[in-house]
Nanobody, 117 residues
Framework: QVRLVESGGGLVQAGGSLRLSCAAS????????MGWYRQGPGKQREVVAT???????NYADSVKGRFTVSRGNAKNTVYLQMSDLKPEDTAVYYC???????????WGQGTQVTVSS
């Protein structure tokens, strides 16, 4: 069974930084792409950033220049470095990975990020 586990969320003041981590287990396939999504209060889930195994990245316009997504040396790990955080970044952040071998999307349980003004 494929599991994605996030860590690194928390409470931070506006202008601060946080780093989210995600590690997947239970699969021999490389998840590609991997990325981060978020769901704020009363909002739909939206993509934040994605990265392919080749390092190609995509970002939501709202986070460009502030967030950086990267893949770790360990297989199926992904990080999200968040800087200059704003109250509107407050959301539950979800790690995502796609397995072409299983034609399936996988999701973590989510980690709360709260930015106070």
């Amino acid at each position: 069974q494929v599991r994605l586990v996030e860590s690194g969320g928390g409470l931070v003041q506006a202008g601060g930084s946080l780093r989210l981590s995600c590690a997947a287990s239970g699969t021999v396939f490389t998840l590609n792409p991997m990325g981060w999504y978020r769901q704020g209060p009363g909002k739909q889930r939206e993509v934040v950033a994605t990265i392919t195994s080749g390092g190609i990245t995509n970002y939501a316009d709202s986070v460009k220049g502030r967030f950086t997504v990267s893949r770790g040396n360990a297989k199926n790990t992904v990080y999200l470095q968040m800087s200059d955080l704003k109250p509107e970044d407050t959301a539950v952040y979800y790690c995502n990975g796609y397995s072409a071998g299983r034609l399936s999307d996988y999701w973590g349980q989510g980690t709360q990020v709260t930015v106070s003004s």
